[in-house]
């Protein structure tokens, strides 16, 4: 049994509403940006191989690089959220991002735009749980929703129209301008940040355990690289080993949390999982990004290998998807206020796999506009599934686990994010090469490989889809919660 977690004064400070809106608009947009880097280069690599001359294994690590990063980042974020204020926790994400944008921007090789990837990687992973801990220490119970729906526009739009925006800037720009456009906005928000966040935070003098911090590294790191590399032949380390290496870091990293709560000294609090309602949500958020990485990522290469379409029109059919998740996402916040979260996420699932029983009927001369129909569904879905599942799970958590429970969040969506995106992948090559010696053209063979993904991804949905109806209308509130001690 996990020791309980009282509930303290509030830290936050007492902010008008008019400044707490310009705060909100600051750290959304920042984090959108800062989010919008994570599959922004997905339509640029072939432009970077040939400009820079790195075979495809060596080009993929800029975006694999920049996952792998946040995944070991974030999970770290909990303790520097006690330890040092708000504002400066901001202050490094934002001057870490520009940094590293800047050295992207002006890289003249492989190593040095890998560098400032990296470093991007490291604002982002601040970012992002900064945004959430901020959100729950200064807006009322009942007006959550609504401003995690504009949250979620962040986490899950951004990375669905990034491929999008690179297509639009490649078709008659240089892939440093997809860097270079993002730099002034980084700047101004770095700008208006530092003159507006308040010194939110309640800071404690945690200290850091040696420990948990390369057990955590070796942990995420190891299982989001294994999980990347299933099913690629060329990858820079065994998928195998590392994902095995990872399980063991990840199994003894858990241990030395759980030993550490007792003090609580714990690297990355896991007495979160102890609430019913934020296991279940989590779950589910799980199945969501999963779902909405492996789509990215396995569209472009339907699209582009067995369609023959070119980056610009590969961008704009997943551009009406990403555009109806941004619009209605905050509107799906507002029906969470009032009527909780049950009756979003059941439609939710339902349009979930219907998008995607619709993408597992996709074949050599599918029609565009079927394509583009199935992931306006898959991400009307979405849109009710994330930000209700997201507002209810941190929602059920008193405040001292703010931080560790946006964390949490935070991680597992990284490694959900890579489990998707393997899988999907996996699945494509499997059914590729059953097609291949069943004597399929080439073309032909890969259209049935993306069938095959996409038809596990439907039976998955369906699990996620029973799932949904265990989703409490409301959240338990901390004082009275459901554990699962």
């Known amino acids: 049994m996990s020791p309980s977690v009282e509930e303290p004064r509030p830290a936050q400070p007492d902010l008008e509403p008019a400044r707490v809106r310009t705060l909100l608009v600051i750290l959304i947009?920042?984090?959108?940006?800062v989010i919008l880097n994570e599959t922004v280069l997905s339509v640029a690599l072939p432009d970077l191989m040939e400009e820079l001359d790195i075979p495809a294994p060596t080009a993929q690590w800029l975006t694999t690089g920049f996952m792998l990063t946040m995944a070991v980042v974030i999970p770290t974020t909990g303790f520097v959220l006690q330890r040092f204020a708000h504002r400066r926790v901001f202050m490094a994400?934002?001057?870490?991002?520009?940094?590293?944008?800047?050295?992207?921007?002006?890289?003249?090789?492989?190593?040095?735009?890998?560098?400032?990837?990296?470093?991007?990687?490291?604002?982002t992973a601040l970012m992002l749980p900064l945004l959430m801990t901020t959100v729950l220490n200064v807006i009322p119970v009942e007006r959550r929703g609504s401003v995690m729906g504009l949250i979620s526009v962040v986490i899950s739009v951004a990375p669905a129209v990034g491929p999008t925006i690179s297509g639009l800037i490649l078709d008659s720009l240089s892939w440093r301008w997809l860097f270079a456009i993002m730099l002034p906005i980084a700047l101004a928000a770095l700008a208006l940040g530092a003159?507006?966040?308040?010194?939110?935070?309640?800071?404690?003098?945690?200290?850091?355990?040696?420990?948990?911090?390369?057990?955590?590294?070796?942990?995420?790191?190891g299982l989001v690289m294994g999980l990347n590399g299933i099913g690629a032949s060329d990858a820079a380390i065994p998928a195998v080993p590392a994902f095995v290496a990872g399980v063991i870091a990840l199994v003894l990293f858990v241990l030395r949390q759980r030993s550490l709560q007792r003090e609580d000294r714990a690297l990355l609090d896991l007495r979160p999982f102890t609430y019913r309602v934020y296991t279940i949500s989590l779950g589910l958020m799980i199945v969501s990004f999963g779902g909405l990485f492996g789509m990215?990522?396995?569209l472009p290469i339907y699209l582009q290998s067995v369609q023959g379409h070119s980056t610009l029109t590969t961008g704009l059919v997943m551009l009406p998807g990403g555009l109806i998740m941004g619009l209605l996402s905050p509107f799906v916040g507002r029906l969470y206020d009032r009527h909780g979260a049950r009756v979003l996420v059941i439609?939710?699932?339902?349009?979930?796999?219907?998008?995607?029983?619709?993408?597992?009927?996709?074949?050599l001369e599918t029609p565009l506009w079927?394509?583009?129909?199935?992931?306006?569904?898959?991400?009307?879905?979405?849109?009710?599934?994330?930000?209700?599942?997201?507002?209810?799970?941190?929602?059920?958590?008193?405040?001292?686990?703010?931080?560790?429970?946006?964390?949490?969040?935070?991680?597992?969506?990284?490694v959900a994010g890579a489990a998707g995106g393997a899988l999907f992948i996996t699945l494509?090559?499997?059914?590729?090469?059953?097609?291949?010696?069943?004597?399929?053209?080439?073309?032909?063979?890969?259209?049935?490989?993306?069938?095959?993904?996409?038809?596990?991804?439907?039976g998955i949905a369906l699990v996620a889809l029973a799932l949904s109806f265990v989703v409490p209308r409301k959240p338990a509130s901390p004082a009275g919660r459901q554990t699962l001690d």
């Open 195 to 221: 003159w507006l966040m308040p010194a939110m935070g309640e800071q404690r003098r945690v200290g850091l355990d040696l420990i948990s911090v390369p057990l955590s590294v070796l942990g995420f790191g």
């Open 370 to 414: 079927t394509v583009v129909m199935a992931h306006v569904i898959i991400s009307c879905g979405l849109a009710l599934l994330i930000t209700p599942l997201m507002t209810s799970a941190l929602g059920s958590l008193p405040q001292p686990l703010y931080s560790h429970g946006s964390a949490l969040l935070n991680t597992l969506q990284q």
């Open 347 to 363: 439609p939710g699932t339902i349009l979930l796999s219907l998008g995607m029983f619709t993408l597992s009927r996709l074949a």
């Open 428 to 458: 494509m090559s499997v059914g590729t090469l059953a097609a291949v010696r069943g004597g399929e053209s080439e073309l032909e063979a890969t259209a049935h490989g993306v069938h095959v993904a996409f038809l596990v991804g439907f």
């Open 296 to 298: 990215i990522i396995l």
């Open 29 to 33: 947009t920042a984090a959108f940006v």
């Open 93 to 123: 994400a934002m001057v870490l991002f520009t940094l590293g944008t800047l050295l992207a921007m002006l890289a003249p090789g492989f190593p040095v735009l890998m560098v400032g990837r990296v470093i991007q990687a490291c604002g």
